[in-house]
Nanobody, 123 residues
Framework: QVKLVESGGGSVQAGGSLRLSCTAS?????????WGWFRQAPGKEREAIAT???????SYADSYKGRFTISQDKAKIILYLQMNSLKPEDTATYYC????????????????WGQGTQVTVSS
């Protein structure tokens, strides 16, 4: 069973940056799977931010292009999300997800999810 644990969330002022990390355990051979970051704000539906496959092939939702960067240390099976120029509307719980089968920003549901890490951006 793969376990995902996010870290790096916290409180930051608008314009600031945070880097989220997601560490995977329980599935050493899983490094070749599909990975992504999602977020959910209070009262809103969960939305996809970015996906990555093979530690190189990335895709971003339009809202995050240019501000957020997804990357992966494939050897250590750690997923990252660098978030720059944060805005109050970025306040949400951020989740990493992984799956042995493909999913995209708009289709498919990852098999494994982390517990989430809270990001709060103040104005």
């Amino acid at each position: 069973q793969v376990k995902l644990v996010e870290s790096g969330g916290g409180s930051v002022q608008a314009g600031g940056s945070l880097r989220l990390s997601c560490t995977a355990s329980g599935g050493a051979a899983f490094s070749g799977g599909f990975w992504g970051w999602f977020r959910q704000a209070p009262g809103k539906e969960r939305e996809a931010i970015a996906t990555i496959y093979g530690a190189e092939t990335t895709s971003y939702a339009d809202s995050y292009k240019g501000r957020f960067t997804i990357s992966q240390d494939k050897a250590k099976i750690i997923l990252y999300l660098q978030m720059n120029s944060l805005k109050p509307e970025d306040t949400a719980t951020y989740y990493c997800a992984a799956s042995p089968y493909p999913f995209t920003l708009v289709s498919g549901t990852p098999k494994y999810w982390g517990q989430g890490t809270q990001v709060t951006v103040s104005s």
